[in-house]
């Protein structure tokens, strides 16, 4: 465990369902990410959120909806996905820049 | 914008020997960070190395060193002494503000 919790490990969803991918880290750090990773392809980075602000979207479509209660827990809500969204989608969190951000284990999302 | 690229989609190593990974990035920044991560088929991504863009000096973690070539943009990671564990998927990274940008990553399998 790197102290970046993500669950589900797995999730099948339809085209029409509403769910939430959550993200919990413990370590301190102020600045958490949504990133995802589909095969063949980098990563791609989805948000940004420091001290629980958006700073950044990376022109995300609207039917992924991130929220930051605060800045242990990081939320990834779903909505209306479709195929093309399944991937794994990776939580990371980072201290200082210097230091590397650490990942969670990911969800592995599959759009049906 | 900041561009990742790792030539190697797949790379492979007799166990107890040396590999080195290729890894270029494009940008216009002095200030930035550097960094190697590993994901086994476990999905963790997993810091190895990391290499601030103001030191000369190549980072070295045990068997993992790298090779930073600041005006070639370079960054290559070697690995020494080859272990079964190494088998993994390795994407070289880049560091700039807030931003983590990835390669599309270089698959090693270690041959025992």
């Known amino acids: 465990e790197t102290g970046v919790t993500q669950t589900p490990r797995h999730l099948v969803m339809g085209m029409t369902n509403k769910k939430s991918l959550k993200c919990e880290q413990h370590l301190g750090h102020n600045a958490m990410y949504w990133y995802k990773q589909s095969a063949k392809k980098p990563l791609e980075l989805m948000f940004v959120y420091n001290f629980k602000e958006q700073t950044e979207n990376n022109s995300v479509p609207s039917r992924f909806s991130p929220e930051c209660p605060n800045s242990s827990h990081l939320f990834l809500h779903l909505h209306t996905l479709q195929p093309e969204d399944s991937a794994l989608y990776l939580c990371?969190?980072?201290?200082?820049?210097?230091?590397?951000?650490?990942f969670g284990s990911g969800t592995r999302l599959t759009v049906v | 914008a900041q561009t990742v690229t790792q030539s190697q989609p797949e790379m492979s190593v007799q166990e107890a020997e040396t590999v080195t990974l290729s890894c270029t990035y494009d940008?216009?920044?002095?200030?930035?960070?550097l960094f190697w991560y590993k994901q086994p088929p476990s999905r963790q991504m997993i810091l190895v190395i990391r290499?601030?863009?103001?030191?000369?000096q190549n980072a070295t973690e045990n068997r993992f060193s790298v090779n930073f070539q600041k005006a070639a943009k370079s960054f290559s990671l070697k690995i020494s002494d080859s272990q079964l564990g190494d088998a993994a998927m390795y994407f070289c990274a880049y560091a700039s503000g807030s931003r983590l940008t990835f390669g599309e990553g270089t698959q090693l399998t270690v041959n025992p």
């Open positions: 290499q601030e863009a103001y030191k000369q």
């Open positions: 990371a969190s980072r201290e200082r820049r210097d230091r590397g951000y650490t």
């Open positions: 940008t216009s920044e002095s200030d930035y960070y």
